[in-house]
């Protein structure tokens, strides 16, 4: 779905073509959202151009143009909180990207530097419910429809052990 690879950025305007060609082989990403990445290195990568075109930090061209809360996306529903702002905020300050540390060709003849780039994927946006049950060994079973994905069960064993405030190894 387009509008989920440009919900990272306030859009004006906005055009989205792909093409999907079958190769007939062995799928090399993944099976959800075959062209996320792509699209987020093409959208960061636009926005890494025009920075460098308009003279402007890239990280402060983001964050001028950051969605957050209650902007509306190009699927026209309301940006949720993110914490995108606050992400590109943390790394303004932070001396990873601060510091100087120009460009330079290394002994591998590649040439290294730093950069950075912001991805995320809209889900989990709608409302959600959970049910927990304390057993009598201490354990407590979260009960939830979802699936485990990219170690969303330990994401949100953590969040459900600080909320119960108890410790994640309590977690089922």
């Known amino acids: 779905i387009p509008w989920m690879m440009l919900s990272n950025y306030k859009f004006l305007a906005w055009h989205v073509k792909g093409l999907a060609v079958l190769t007939n082989r062995a799928s090399i990403g993944s099976y959800r959202a075959p062209l996320a990445v792509n699209a987020a290195f093409a959208i960061e990568s636009q926005l890494d151009a025009v920075a460098s075109r308009l003279d402007l930090d890239p990280l402060a061209l983001r964050l001028q ?33 601060t510091d100087p540390f120009p460009p330079r060709r290394g002994d591998d003849g590649l040439l290294h530097g730093r950069g950075m ?14 049910t927990a049950k304390l057993e009598a060994d201490g354990k407590i079973w979260i009960v939830l429809g979802t699936t485990d994905l990219s170690g ?9 052990a600080e909320a119960l405030g108890v410790s994640a190894r309590q977690i089922v």
Request: glycine share 10%; charged share 10%.
């Open 65 to 97: 143009n950051v969605a957050v809360e209650g902007d509306l996306l190009p699927s026209l529903r309301p940006q949720t909180r993110v914490g995108a702002r606050e992400v590109l905020t943390a790394l303004a300050e932070h001396p990873a990207w």
């Open 117 to 130: 780039g912001l991805g995320s994927w809209g889900s989990g946006t709608w409302p959600a419910a959970a």
């Open 152 to 160: 969303s069960y330990t994401s949100l064993a953590q969040i459900a």
